[in-house]
C-alpha cells in the first residue's frame, strides 16, 4: 500500500505560481512513476504532468508547457509541480498519482496509475 499526502495548494492571483508537493510513502519510491492530474468543478480529470521513476523524462499536456515544472526528490520521496504564470482556468484539485511496476518513461493516462492522493485544491483568481 502506497500512501500520498499532496500539499501547497492555495488560492493565488493570475500570474503567481505555486509549488505543490507530494510526499509518497513506501521504501521503493525510486522505482515508481509519478504524474499530477487535475480536475475542475463540472469537467474530467486530465493529465497535467509526469515524469519517470529516475525523472530522467518528463512529459506535460499542452496547457501545462513552459509554465508548469514537474520534479522529484528520491531521497525525500516527494515529487513536486512547480506552477508558474497561473491562469484562471487552472483552477482545480490536484492530485497526484504513482504507478507501482514501472518503465523509464512517464505515463499520461489516469488507469495507468495504481495510487491515488487526496488532492489539493488550487484557485486562480483573475
Known amino acids: 500500500q502506497v500512501q500520498l499526502v499532496e500539499s501547497g495548494g492555495g488560492l493565488v492571483q493570475a500570474g503567481g505560481s505555486l509549488r505543490l508537493s507530494c510526499a509518497a510513502s513506501?521504501?521503493?519510491?525510486?522505482?515508481?512513476?509519478m504524474g499530477w492530474f487535475r480536475q475542475a468543478p463540472g469537467k474530467e480529470r486530465e493529465f497535467v504532468a509526469g515524469?519517470?521513476?529516475?525523472?530522467?523524462?518528463?512529459g506535460y499536456a499542452d496547457s501545462a508547457k513552459g509554465r508548469f515544472t514537474i520534479s522529484r526528490d528520491n531521497a525525500k520521496n516527494t515529487v513536486y509541480l512547480q506552477m508558474n504564470s497561473l491562469k484562471p482556468e487552472d483552477t482545480a484539485v490536484y492530485y497526484c498519482?504513482?504507478?507501482?511496476?514501472?518503465?523509464?518513461?512517464?505515463?499520461?493516462?489516469?488507469?495507468?496509475?495504481?495510487?491515488w492522493g487526496q488532492g489539493t485544491q488550487v484557485s486562480v483568481s483573475s
Open positions: 513506501g521504501r521503493t519510491f525510486s522505482s515508481y512513476a
Open positions: 498519482a504513482a504507478r507501482i511496476l514501472s518503465r523509464s518513461y512517464y505515463y499520461t493516462a489516469g488507469n495507468e496509475y495504481d495510487y
Open positions: 515524469i519517470s521513476r529516475s525523472g530522467g523524462n518528463m
